[in-house]
């Protein structure tokens, strides 16, 4: 009797552990997603309040609360490396940097007919004393090359092995920068520093406007207000130009061209 009953139990541990391992996310590689078409009826993760969640909703037979929100773009990447989640919308650069950098997670990408994006530096409304400024800096650094050498230290062929750096400039006046930090290539912290693409590229900027630099990390969602209340003199996040936002916020001219793309498990 002992015997069968300890048999019980032991069935009973494994057909646990079997509903405990088919409840987990991360073990099946998708099959059923090649293109946007294919994200309806799916739990589709994006960052909150950006292009990756417009172009989500924009799918055809796509509901609302199939659509999950979260913080930031490796926030619903690792959610959906674990099963939480189908697929993840999400800029291409941020995903391909981030699949690139944790391959063990197990994710890889699939390409769609998405429409290009720009991103811009966002000023307040109005002030186009600043706005000017920035314009005119942006110009410089692409026409002498130093854009060039910002853009192939973070995406170039020899990208892993530059040490190309943008001295800064003392100065009395400041050009205090908001960003969240949390998007490499474009920006992350690393020994209590901003870093990145953006973080190279609005140094090269204030150091061509005469400016000290003073870059902050500020969450996604507190952008605009700290821009709107003065915090912060201007944003650099890797933000798409859009008109929605244009209403609230004014932008310079494009710094970079990117697209969304759709990140599914796999390898």
């Not at 990447?77 to 981030?98: F, H, I, K, Q, R």
């Not at 910002?150 to 001295?167: M, R």
């Not at 949390?182 to 992350?188: D, L, N, Q, R, V």
């Amino acid at each position: 009797m002992r015997n069968i009953m300890k048999l019980a139990v032991v069935i009973l541990m494994i057909l646990g552990l079997v509903v405990i391992a088919s409840g987990c996310g991360g073990a099946g590689e998708t099959t059923d997603i090649n293109g946007l078409e294919d994200l309806a009826g799916k739990k589709v993760g994006v960052q909150a309040n950006t292009t990756g969640q417009y172009a989500a909703e924009k799918v055809e037979g796509m509901k609302n609360e199939d659509i999950k929100k979260y913080p930031t773009t490796p926030d619903a990447l690792m959610a959906l490396s674990t099963g939480e989640l189908d697929a993840v919308v999400a800029d291409s650069p941020v995903v391909l940097n981030y699949i690139k950098h944790n391959p063990e997670i197990g994710l890889k990408t699939v390409e769609d007919d998405f429409e290009k994006e720009y991103y811009g530096i966002a000023v307040k409304e109005g002030n186009k004393e600043l706005m000017n400024g920035i314009n005119e800096a942006l110009a410089t650094i692409k026409e002498n090359g130093t854009y060039d050498k910002v853009y192939n230290k973070y995406f170039g062929e020899a990208s892993s092995g530059t040490d190309f750096k943008v001295e800064p400039v003392e100065s009395d006046k400041t050009f205090v920068v908001g960003t969240e930090a949390a998007y490499a290539p474009f920006e992350w912290q690393e020994n209590g520093e901003i870093t990145g693409f953006d973080a190279d590229l609005i140094q090269a900027i204030a150091a061509e406007m005469g400016v000290e630099l003073v870059h902050q990390n500020v969450a996604w969602d507190a952008l605009y207000p700290s821009l709107n209340t003065g915090a912060i003199d201007a944003v650099i996040s890797a933000m798409t130009i859009t008109e929605e936002r244009e209403q609230e916020v004014d932008f310079s001219e494009p710094y970079f061209e990117a697209m969304q793309i759709i990140a599914i498990r796999g390898k």
